[in-house]
């Protein structure tokens, strides 16, 4: 089906997650910056986010920069907007690198008003969120919690304010008197900051302006959410959550827009399966708490589960690579232990953190969830990702209800006691093989497109695109797209 169909009258898009992140916002970031963005812009989080693009089977991660980066020799923009939190030091790393891969970064508008992640703030993070031990968050370590704590309190350091050296000193001395267990060295701290400052100078801008001046000369404005809409500061599984509104207002506040400019918000879905990384309740996890502890543990990687399951892996790239369809992930996927079946697709669909490597936690699909999460960010139009990762799963499923004693409940609410009190009760599909290659939606599986039907029809949703790779070209348009 046409993509044109799907973009007939949309000047701006927003690609948001409905799950707990890690979604394929990457991939599709991409997707619509190659072919159809003038603008594209983020506006929230910062590097705790990974967002991975295929092309040509080379794989990029981008943490702060938006995918659409990749197209600044095309004259595109690229702006990091104002409701974000960045590490000068890893944005220029991100900067260097995109430099030594013969990429530009012309078109960068970063704003003046978004928020500097501190090392005191990295220190906190990683002291106080990043364990997952004792109900602990499970944060990326990356100083988030607390940058956006500092903003709320008024005492934040932004990036404007990185060129009058005398106010930075000030504002970092009156912030860091909050972080006593950090022993601040002003000046190091100067010396190190500085020059990154300098370097990002140019580019430094109040993007909010520019944004406004891109909306009324018709430029085509793709926002990149990050995070999910469940891991929402507003939103999410509270306490269980980021420190930024990851949903769609939140992403437009965070360029300096109204969310009701934004004429086509498409929410990204894994399906059949989701995933969730850090602590906090999912109710269709497999192997539910005890998958948790596991993947909260200390050690558990990728190659932690390689070597135990005894799959064969080479080292190449910087990377592991192994067979996906390893004939003991198969079975481990079909095994009757839902833990081992957490295992299997996992290591089928390759969850491993983009930035931190953790492994992700695996569970069905929870479509009570994620009408919650369609309705909160008004995303109507779905974005199914990873349906072709647990090809050989003998059965499927997919939550439709949470059973609480003797009810069933159709109704999702976010508070972490309530999700930890009941169970999924579940729609159960055949299996299917392999879908790459597939292009056309009516060559899609019977009982895959039963599941989206039904998916659908609960939801109140119409799925515009499956993913079944991911490459740009693995993706399905559907009848549906425009509708
Ligand atoms: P993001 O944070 O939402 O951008 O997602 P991540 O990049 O953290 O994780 C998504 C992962 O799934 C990445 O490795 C993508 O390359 C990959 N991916 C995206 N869409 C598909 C798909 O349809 N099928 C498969 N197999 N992988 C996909
Ligand atoms: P992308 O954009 C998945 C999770 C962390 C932790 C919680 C708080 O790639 O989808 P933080 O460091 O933000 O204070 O951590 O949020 N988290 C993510 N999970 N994808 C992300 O980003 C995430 N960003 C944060 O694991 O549970
Ligand atoms: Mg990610």
Not at 45 to 68: I, Q, Y
Not at 90 to 112: C, R
Not at 286 to 307: P, R, V
Not at 442 to 464: C, H, M, W, Y
């Amino acid at each position: 089906m046409s993509l044109g169909r799907l973009l007939d009258g949309v000047q701006t898009i927003a690609i948001l997650c409905n799950q707990w992140g890690d979604t394929g916002k990457g991939k599709f970031s991409d997707y619509f910056a190659s072919q159809w963005a003038d603008v594209i812009a983020r506006g929230t989080g910062g590097n705790n986010a990974g967002h991975t693009v295929v092309n040509d089977g080379k794989e990029k991660v981008f943490r702060s920069l938006p995918a659409g980066i990749a197209y600044d020799h095309l004259g595109k923009i690229n702006v990091l907007g104002n409701g974000m939190v960045l590490d000068l030091q890893v944005l220029s790393e991100e900067l260097d690198e995109l430099q030594k891969e013969g990429m530009s970064y012309n078109n960068l508008l970063i704003s003046e008003d978004a928020h500097v992640v501190m090392p005191y703030h990295i220190s906190r993070d990683k002291a106080w969120n990043q364990t997952q031990k004792d109900g602990g968050i499970g944060s990326t370590g990356n100083g988030i919690g607390p940058c956006y704590a500092d903003k709320i309190a008024r005492r934040g350091v932004r990036i404007g304010d990185l060129f009058d050296k005398d106010l930075l000193a000030n504002k970092i001395k009156r912030a860091s008197a909050f972080y006593p267990e950090h022993k601040l060295d002003l000046e190091e701290v100067l010396s190190r900051i500085l020059p990154l400052a300098e370097k990002i100078r140019p580019l430094v801008k109040d993007t909010v302006v520019h944004m406004q001046g891109f909306l009324k000369r018709g430029k085509k404005i793709l926002l990149e959410g990050a995070q999910g809409l469940l891991l929402s500061i507003e939103h999410g599984t509270y306490p269980y959550v980021t420190s930024s509104d990851s949903s769609l207002n939140g992403t437009a506040a965070g360029v300096g827009l109204s969310a009701k400019v934004v004429d086509l918000p498409l929410g990204t879905i894994k399906f059949p399966f989701m995933t969730r990384v850090g602590g906090g309740p999912f109710p269709t996890e497999l192997g539910s708490t005890t998958a948790e502890e596991y993947c909260g543990g200390e050690g558990i990687t990728k190659l932690f589960e390689l070597k135990k399951y005894r799959i064969p892996y080479v080292k190449r790239d910087g990377g592991i690579h192994y067979d996906c369809h390893h004939r003991t992930i198969l079975n481990l996927m079909n095994s009757k232990d839902p833990f081992e079946q957490g295992v299997g697709i996992r290591l089928a669909a390759s969850e491993y953190g983009a930035v931190t490597g953790r492994p992700r936690r695996i569970g069905w699909t929870d479509a009570v969830a994620a009408r919650y999460a369609i309705e909160a960010n008004a995303t109507f139009n779905i974005i199914l990702t990873k349906t072709d990762a647990v090809a050989g799963a003998e059965h499927f499923r997919v939550c439709y209800g949470y059973k609480q004693g003797p009810s069933t409940l159709t109704t999702f609410r976010r508070a972490p006691q309530f999700l930890r009190s009941v169970r999924p009760s579940y729609s159960q599909y055949e299996g299917y093989g392999d879908i790459n290659s597939l292009r056309d939606e009516a060559n899609l599986p019977q009982s895959l497109r039963g599941a989206i039907g039904d998916f659908e029809k609960f939801t109140g949703s119409s799925v515009a695109i499956v993913s079944v790779g991911p490459q740009p070209d693995q993706t399905i348009v559907t009848g549906e797209a425009g509708r």
